[in-house]
């Protein structure tokens, strides 16, 4: 352990040394202009591109272009500095995340800060990477590795092998150098190249733990941070561990749905009471195991076992997923038509699952052993029918060429104690048992505001009126709860 905290230190040392080299001039020489126009995009949303080194530890070699964006606040005269928008994922964009939330958050933020946008290293209109992979194996129910209908993972394995070959033939020099210590020091540059001493940022999902890792490396760059659905940051497992949360979180989540669906019986016929609602969806999943559904539209175009479970999983994200679900599950059973895919277009999943398989590959190095996914898919199908084995199963990770770059990071309380947490406690990708430890790694530094919800997204969310005016009371303010809360 502590040959791992020396690397860790020698790793931070390394991202100042790095961030330090670009100069003010280079700073200062950021140009924004309108974004290019776009569904949703705000009209006062600018959007400018950063160069950084590709490597941070060879800041004179090539570089890679990040696309950030802002809007501006209306009142500078109340400004108090920027707050940046820290995507999920790992893979999802976030360069147009501005506009959506400006028009949720409350005024006195946006009187206090400028918000700020970007698209991680890999993704979207910054520098991109693609393993270029067919179409087939961009199938939902296949970049979450859910095992054979009858529990073996020889297809798994064989895919997971494919993977990690097209991504060191296809991934070009980036591939090896996406990870969440890099996302840190992108974050960083963005600082720097802002004018900001201090930088506040809200991270949600994988946000929040590249927010954490942020907050670990330059804790005195940090202004107001806010993290929201919170991963479990343990530095031996890391995505290992957000993957075999799914089994938690969709157990924690799932009886909302259950409870919402007998209610309504007599529209969707799924059971009178959660137990009965919850067995329908297990013996329906059986039974689209054994014979799947055409379903044109969808990847695999048909509805099996594991697509309805995978549907399952999307829609516990948000109550207003939940008809989808039913009305779903209503046409498998009584052999209606069933409703259109929302499975997004292959092409648009490439950046996506190549950014996602590199900074779960390269923030840690995971298990080789065949034998040892067996048996933990054999013991998850057992005790979480729900997941049936996927969040524990082998996927690219086991057959990745490269060695991580360096160690993860450990989140330590050591740093201003500037950090809340909001969390749901019924959340079915990042659990609150998970986003305990994250509360737990931070110690002093941080509060936790845990919230008597269901769903993925809290702030802003789910109109929790007492959660959100917690967070935007410390976003105007800068004053912690005394304590953690229960809202």
Not at 431 to 446: D, E, I, T, V
Request: proline letters at 9%.
């Amino acid at each position: 352990m502590r040959t791992l905290a020396r690397l860790s230190a020698v790793g931070a040392s390394t991202a100042i040394l790095a961030t330090a080299l670009m100069t003010p001039a280079q700073a200062a020489g950021t140009s924004w202009a309108a974004c290019p126009a776009g569904s949703g995009v705000d009209p006062r949303q600018e959007c400018a591109t950063l160069q950084v080194p590709m490597d941070y530890r060879k800041p004179g070699g090539p570089t890679i272009s990040l696309a950030v964006s802002r809007i501006k606040t209306a009142k500078p005269a109340s400004r108090r500095g920027v707050l940046l928008l820290i995507p999920g994922g790992p893979g999802s964009p976030g360069l147009n995340r501005p506009s959506v939330q400006v028009k949720k958050l409350p005024q006195d933020v946006l009187d206090r800060y400028d918000i700020i946008g970007f698209d991680p290293r890999g993704v979207g209109q910054s520098s991109p990477v693609s393993c270029d992979l067919a179409t087939g194996d961009l199938s939902v129910t296949k970049l979450k590795p859910y095992p054979d209908a009858d529990g073996g993972i020889a297809d798994n394995l064989a895919w997971s092998r494919r993977i990690a070959e097209a991504c060191a033939r296809n991934g070009g020099p980036l591939i090896r150098h996406i990870s969440t210590r890099n996302e840190a020091r992108d974050i960083d540059s963005i600082r720097q190249a802002l004018g900001e001493k201090k930088i506040s940022y809200w991270g949600v999902s994988y946000g929040t733990y590249a927010g954490a890792v942020y907050a670990t490396m330059f804790p005195q760059r940090t202004d107001r941070v806010i993290l929201d659905s919170n991963d479990d940051p343990d530095p031996r497992r890391v995505a290992r561990r957000w993957l075999a949360n799914y089994t938690v979180g969709v157990e924690d989540r799932f009886p909302d749905f259950a409870a919402w669906a007998a209610t309504r019986d007599g529209e969707y016929g799924l059971g009178t009471d959660p137990a009965q609602v919850r067995r329908t969806f297990l013996d329906l999943a059986a039974e689209l195991d054994r014979n799947p559904l055409p379903w044109p539209g969808a990847n695999p175009e048909e509805l099996n076992g594991n697509l309805l479970r995978e549907t399952m999983l999307n829609a516990l994200y948000s109550d207003a997923n939940f008809p989808m679900l039913a009305t779903l599950m209503h046409a498998a059973l009584t052999a209606g038509e069933l409703p259109p895919s929302n499975t997004p277009p292959a092409a648009a999943m490439q950046n996506t699952a190549a950014t996602a398989g590199a900074t779960m590959c390269n923030d840690v190095e995971w298990p080789g052993s065949t034998s040892g996914y067996e048996r933990q898919v054999a013991n998850s199908r057992s005790a979480h029918p729900l997941t049936a084995g996927m969040p524990v199963n082998a996927g690219p990770c086991q057959f990745w060429p490269f060695k991580p770059a360096e160690p993860p990071v450990r989140v330590t309380s050591r740093g201003p104690a500037n950090v809340l947490l909001i969390q749901n406690l019924r959340d079915p990708s990042t659990p609150y048992s998970g986003a305990l430890k994250m509360r737990q790694a931070f110690g002093q530094r941080a509060r936790m505001v845990a919230v008597d919800s269901g769903g993925h997204g809290v702030y802003l969310a789910n109109g929790n009126a007492c959660g959100d005016r917690t967070v935007t009371s410390f976003l105007t303010t800068g004053n912690l709860p005394t304590r953690d809360e229960r809202c």
